[in-house]
């Protein structure tokens, strides 16, 4: 979390988590990012809020399970990498621009379900080249998201951004 003590976005950059890393039952706030998940990672039961990117990244084969995420800029939890095969099931994601993405023209082939996406801009997009598993999960947005992000450096993610380059699945 930020040390200031106004804390705002990105008081501070990031955590990254290499293969074999556990993150369980942790407030991760302020950041630039979250966690960036790399490999055979497990991140669970955690708490993210007011992030400005994203809260979780994952690249290769990482479970993401049971988190509450709130507050995102960019989005709550997204998937990267040729081949990677995440499990994203069980979370909670709030007030994000995104709710869970899919890397574009990647091939990623997650398993994403039972999440509980509430009031996001978008709810799960899925690049092309990129498949998977999506089952079960409740997207709803009467108000879409509530606020904007930002500012960071100058730039500001606006709340009901364009939504030109993505797809609703």
């Known amino acids: 979390t ?6 705002n976005y990105a008081d501070w950059e990031q955590i990254y988590l290499r293969s074999g890393s556990i993150v369980e ?7 630039r990012g979250g966690i960036i998940a790399d490999g055979d990672v497990t991140v669970s039961h ?4 007011n992030i400005f990117w994203v809260a979780i990244v994952t690249r290769g084969s ?6 509450e ?3 995102c800029g960019h989005g709550g939890i ?12 069980n979370n909670v994601i709030k007030y994000s621009r995104a709710g869970i993405g899919i890397g574009f023209k990647d091939g990623v082939f997650p398993t994403i379900e039972n999440n509980t996406l509430i009031d ?22 009467p108000n879409g998201a509530p606020s904007d992000w ?11 951004a364009p939504r030109d380059r993505y797809e609703e699945v």
């Open 46 to 49: 955690n708490t993210f809020r």
């Open 78 to 89: 997204e998937a990267w990498g040729k081949g990677a095969t995440p499990v994203i099931s």
């Open 62 to 67: 990482p479970t993401v399970t049971h988190n």
């Open 25 to 31: 039952y942790s407030i991760v706030e302020y950041g």
């Open 120 to 141: 996001n801009d978008i709810g799960i997009w899925l690049g092309s080249g990129s498949g998977g598993t999506i089952r079960g999960n409740s997207i709803s947005a």
């Open 69 to 71: 995420i709130s507050s």
């Open 150 to 160: 930002g500012p960071f450096q100058g730039f500001i993610y606006k709340a009901r």
């Open 2 to 7: 930020s040390d200031s003590s106004k804390p």
